[in-house]
């Protein structure tokens, strides 16, 4: 389980580090998986509700 979470989270900030310049978009559609990653790890809502 941790192993899945640990590889999503790391495809999200290479995604993020390929860039050179990060716009809003970025940033939101990047929580936006973090957020999903962590639901489907099994993470309590109200702890992912922190990254709304």
Known sequence: MFEALTDKLE???KKLK???ILK???VD???KEIRIALL???V?????KVFY
């Open 40 to 42: 489907e790890a099994d």
């Open 11 to 13: 495809a999200i900030f």
């Open 44 to 48: 309590n809502f109200r702890v992912v």
């Open 18 to 20: 390929g860039k050179g």
């Open 24 to 26: 809003e978009e970025d």
């Open 29 to 31: 559609a990047a929580l």
